[in-house]
């Protein structure tokens, strides 16, 4: 289990994040959607322990920037970070040893392989198109298979084969009982099996609820996104436009019976 409790980050007087609170329950996925600026990437930052922020992070009771906490936690950045002077399977033995991983060297195989990189072992980090990186970016990630995983807005700059992977990679950890947190501002690309959703606008929660709550409200993801973010509720907005559609019939009637 993940908690965040009552989060708050500045960016010297810019607030980013403003008591931002939340669950992850163990083995569950939950999608963190939001506006490109709402806060997401600093609550990702602030979880894995990149940032310093006011509020508190555990990890199964555990504060997240301790050595026992961070041997769980697992984080693939949105924009890869990557060094010029290592080659590809460079970067993954440099991963491996970092977190002092035994029996590695068939999930690298079998990462390198699903993602398309097995014949790119030997290219150098600034030799990858960007597309190429950041699959080698997801593979880093996903290499130590940690028990608790964020994925920061995954699926940017992927090929379909390697969305397609990513995708059944995501469900084989749901089956597998890792808990994930997605972060994305784009909604479609979270149509996989998910619990639960946070959405955030402003550096602030503005909605926290289970996929049966809004199956239960009869609503869509993207109903209860617009409707928190923009106060778009398309359940009213049919119903004045039935309205307006049924008073310029009625309006015409009124003509039609003038002129006859």
């Not at 301790?66 to 010029?84: C, Q």
């Not at 503005?206 to 993801?221: F, P, Q, R, W, Y």
Request: charged fraction near 30%; glycine fraction near 6%.
């Amino acid at each position: 289990m993940l908690e965040v409790n009552h989060v708050t980050k500045k960016y010297g007087k810019n607030l980013a994040c403003n008591d931002v609170s939340f669950t992850l329950d163990s083995g569950s996925l939950t999608v963190l959607l939001g506006p490109n600026g709402a806060g997401k990437s600093t609550i990702m930052k602030s979880i894995i322990g990149f940032l310093k922020y006011q509020g508190n992070i555990t990890v199964n009771g555990i504060p997240n920037k301790t050595s026992e906490a961070r041997k769980v936690l697992g984080y693939i950045p949105e924009m890869p970070s990557l060094y010029s002077t290592l080659t590809v399977a460079e970067h993954m033995e440099f991963i491996a040893r970092a977190y002092k991983l035994t029996n590695y060297k068939e999930r690298i195989d079998m990462l390198l392989k699903r993602f398309e990189l097995d014949d790119k072992r030997k290219k150098f980090g600034d030799e990858l198109s960007k597309g190429m990186q950041q699959k080698l970016n997801l593979c880093l990630g996903l290499l130590p298979d940690p028990d608790i995983i964020l994925l920061d807005e995954p699926l940017l700059g992927l090929d379909p084969h390697a969305i397609k992977e990513l995708k059944l990679m995501i469900e084989e950890m749901r089956q597998a009982g890792k808990t994930m947190l997605i972060s994305t501002h784009i909604i479609d690309s979270v149509d996989m099996l998910w619990d639960r959703t946070v959405i955030m606008q402003n550096g602030q929660v503005k909605a926290n609820v289970t996929k049966a709550e809004i199956d239960g409200m009869g609503k869509s993801l993207e109903d209860l996104f617009f409707e928190v973010t923009e106060g778009i509720n398309k359940d009213a907005v049919s119903e004045e436009k039935t309205e307006e559609e049924n008073t310029e019939e009625e309006n015409t009637e009124e003509e039609n019976t003038e002129e006859a």
